[in-house]
C-alpha cells in the first residue's frame, strides 16, 4: 500500500478549476472557455478517465491551492513504466484536459439532472402571474 501511495505521489494533477468554463484564466482554467464545461466535479473527471481507460486516483481531501474552497483533484498517469501511452489517442495533460472537457456533460449524472429539472419545471401548475393574487382588504 505504501509503494502505491508513493508511485502515486509522482502521477500528474487535474483540478476541476482548469476545465471548467465558468472560471477566468487568472483563477485557474487552462483550457479555452469554448472548450471547457461548467462546474465539473472530481467525480465526473475521475468516471472520465475510467472511460479513457487511464489510471487515476480521487484525493477528495485536497484543495486547489489558490482558491482552498474548491475542493478535491484527480492524479492521473499518462504513461505505462515502460514508456508507453495506456491511451494512444492521449499523449498529454492538455489533450487529457480537452477530452475530459467534451466528456463530462455527456456524464450520466449530469444528463439525470437535466431530464428531471426539464420535467419538473414543464409539470409545475399554473403561474401565479395574472390577476387573481391576494384580495385586497
Not at 461548467?38 to 478517465?49: K, L, Q, W
Not at 486516483?57 to 501511452?85: C, N, T, W
Request: hydrophobic residues 30%.
Amino acid at each position: 500500500m505504501e509503494q502505491q501511495l508513493a508511485s502515486i505521489k509522482k502521477w500528474n494533477i487535474i483540478y476541476p478549476v482548469y476545465i471548467n468554463s465558468k472560471k477566468t484564466i487568472a483563477e485557474g482554467r487552462r483550457i479555452s472557455a469554448s472548450k471547457g464545461c461548467e462546474n465539473p466535479t472530481c467525480m465526473e473527471i475521475s468516471d472520465c478517465c475510467s472511460h479513457l481507460k487511464i489510471p487515476h486516483a480521487v484525493e477528495i481531501d485536497k484543495a486547489y491551492p489558490r482558491d482552498f474552497m474548491q475542493v478535491g483533484r484527480v492524479r492521473f498517469q499518462l504513461k505505462k513504466p515502460d514508456g508507453s501511452f495506456w491511451n494512444p489517442a492521449i499523449t498529454s495533460k492538455k489533450a487529457l484536459m480537452l477530452q475530459i472537457a467534451e466528456l463530462v456533460p455527456k456524464h450520466h449524472g449530469r444528463t439525470k439532472k437535466q431530464e428531471a429539472a426539464s420535467s419538473s419545471s414543464s409539470t409545475a401548475g399554473p403561474s401565479k402571474s395574472g390577476k387573481h393574487g391576494k384580495k385586497k382588504k
